[in-house]
């Protein structure tokens, strides 16, 4: 559910007409929701009522500051993957207790910065990653929680550029290795394990492959502990799909997902930690576009729009589909014809949408794509010299421009030119 409805034949978000977004800010633009923003978010908090928990959005999805403070002020924790992350969450006012630090491939820098800012774990990923953590933490005189990574080899039946769970994927340390990890982390003076951590992959669409890996999870917790192991938290990772289409079998609730859990781990007693990204803000967020040219080629219409493929990748990289609407709301009965929808992007793969129905459109017009919010601005680039296209955050019947777009000169002048010319 989200709160982009039609209303008196126009689009809105939440009480603001798209429309008038448009007319202040421009096209492109990228929209969100907090009422949708919350609701996902407390979705999954009730979710795990009765356990002990935390919710960390996994930040990387959308990082927007306004979005994080949102969330934050909600009582949300993030999940952190860089020290760009690290610092914005704390920016954004969350406590370094209530962040987690994910990552193949965190740097001593960053640890650092982690370590002497505050920060609620570690998730390591492997021994060498180990080793530098307990330098450097006892270079400043601290103690790094950890939960180690584990890569269960569990298929997540996701795009196979999303999937972190198989034993092929650079995450995490092959469960079958676990028990020894652990026994190296225990002699390590830096380090204090704390629980176990796992993330099999993105846009899962059934409860099974979690069910199998959290159900080797609850095993090795038992035989960690009978190794002597302190393991109170566990980290069970992203991954929950959305909805990218109104027709398709809607994938499990956030109250499912939180009820397998219970099932699977409930008798362990320990804090339980989810990294939901992609369900907390994919829904919550539109990318508004205007129509530039609608073009005739050989036995197909091109609808060139002023969004590109550096503004949204995930149909050049992932194959996605996104839903594209129509700002205004077609008359009933309106016969839709295949576009094929592009961007300005001198490219072939800035290609939105290939022969998608859509109700006649015409030069100047606004359309939406749906569930947008989710690695979208998040992933943007400035390819072919595009400026970043804006943010705005709508709530009731309020919006604001939560990140503006850059002029041309700022940036033409983030170059510098060396003293030879
Ligand atoms: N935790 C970890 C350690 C992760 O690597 C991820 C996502 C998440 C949590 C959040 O997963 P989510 O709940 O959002 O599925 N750019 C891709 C998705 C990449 C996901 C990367 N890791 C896309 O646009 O589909």
Redesign the pocket.
């Given at each position: 559910m989200d709160h982009f409805l039609y209303r008196d034949g126009a689009l809105y978000a939440e009480d603001v007409p798209v429309a008038e977004i448009a007319a202040a800010v421009g096209t492109p633009f990228y929209v969100y929701s907090t009422a949708t923003l919350l609701r996902h978010y407390r979705l999954f908090d009730e979710a795990l009522d009765g356990v002990p928990h935390l919710v960390c959005y996994?930040m990387?999805?959308a990082g927007n500051l306004a979005i994080l403070k949102t969330l934050a002020e909600a009582g949300a924790g993030m999940?952190v993957v860089s020290q760009g992350e690290y610092l914005r969450a704390r920016a954004a006012g969350v406590p370094g207790e209530k962040i987690v630090f994910?990552g193949v491939g965190k740097t001593a820098e960053e640890m650092r910065t982690a370590l002497t800012g505050g920060i609620r774990q570690f998730n390591v990923e492997s021994e060498p990653e180990m080793e530098l953590l307990n330098a450097v933490a006892l270079s400043l005189g601290t103690v790094a929680p950890i939960t180690i990574r584990v890569n269960p080899d569990v298929d997540a039946k996701t795009h196979a550029k999303?999937a972190?769970g198989k034993s092929e994927n650079k995450f995490g340390i092959p469960i079958s290795r676990a028990r020894a990890v652990y026994a190296h982390a225990a002699r390590l003076p830096g380090l204090k394990v704390v629980g176990i951590d796992v993330?099999i992959g993105?846009?899962l669409t059934d409860l099974a492959p979690f069910e199998q890996a959290y159900a080797k999870v609850a095993e090795l917790t038992e035989a960690l502990r009978a190794d002597g192991h302190g393991i109170d938290r566990l980290d069970l990772?992203?991954?929950?799909g959305i909805p990218y289409t109104r027709s398709n079998v809607a994938p499990p609730l956030p109250t499912d997902y939180g009820a397998m859990i219970k099932r699977t781990l409930g008798h362990l007693g320990c804090e339980i930690e989810i990294?939901?990204?992609?369900?907390i803000a994919g829904n919550a967020g539109l990318l508004v576009s205007s129509v530039i040219f609608v073009k005739s080629g050989e036995g197909r219409d091109f609808l060139i729009l002023d969004a590109a493929m550096n503004d949204l990748i995930?149909p050049a990289m992932?194959d996605?589909h996104h839903d594209i609407i129509p700002v205004v709301e077609p008359a009933p009965g309106t016969e839709q014809r295949p576009y094929d929808v592009v961007g300005p992007v001198c490219e072939t793969g800035d290609t939105f949408a290939r022969g998608r129905d859509l109700p006649p459109v015409k030069s100047g017009d606004l359309v939406a794509f749906r569930s947008a919010g989710?690695?979208g601005a998040a992933?943007a680039s400035e390819y072919n010299a595009r400026p970043l296209v804006p943010e705005v955050l709508v709530k009731g019947d309020q919006f604001a421009v939560i990140r503006r777009r850059p002029t041309f000169d700022e940036m033409i002048n983030r170059d510098s030119l060396p003293s030879w010319l």
């Open positions: 996994a990387k999805a999940d994910s999303i972190t993330h993105s846009q990772g992203g991954g929950l990294e939901p990204g992609r369900l995930r992932y996605a989710a690695y992933m």
